[in-house]
Nanobody, 117 residues
Framework: QVQLVESGGGLVQPGGSLTLSCEAS????????MNWYRQGPGKQRELVAS????????NYVNFAKGRFTISRGNAENTVYLQMNSLRPEDTAVYYC??????????WGQGTQVTVSS
């Protein structure tokens, strides 16, 4: 099991940028990928981006391509989500997720991102 703590959310104007951080602690060796999800008001939780722990392969959903970048820090249990050109529709609670090889998932508590003028 892994404990995840997100940070970096806040209020930003349309067109602005934010970087979210997720720090993982615990037994990290069984994690296959680290992922960012989001849940907007009245919407279902959706995947934003993923990065594998073994080779840092990344994957983005369509709305994130070209605007968001997922990466891992030098301390490999840290993952970031750099978000540029933010839009009001990006407003959501962003969650960090650890997906294990045995299909177990761990979730952070989420961090609020609000894009508004």
């Amino acid at each position: 099991q892994v404990q995840l703590v997100e940070s970096g959310g806040g209020l930003v104007q349309p067109g602005g940028s934010l970087t979210l951080s997720c720090e993982a602690s615990g037994f990290f060796a069984t994690v296959y990928s680290m992922n960012w999800y989001r849940q907007g008001p009245g919407k279902q939780r959706e995947l934003v981006a993923s990065i594998t722990t073994e080779k840092n392969f990344t994957n983005y959903v369509n709305f994130a391509k070209g605007r968001f970048t997922i990466s891992r820090g030098n301390a490999e249990n840290t993952v970031y989500l750099q978000m540029n050109s933010l839009r009001p529709e990006d407003t959501a609670v962003y969650y960090c997720n650890a997906y294990h090889y045995n299909s177990h998932e761990d979730w952070g508590q989420g961090t609020q991102v609000t894009v508004s003028s």
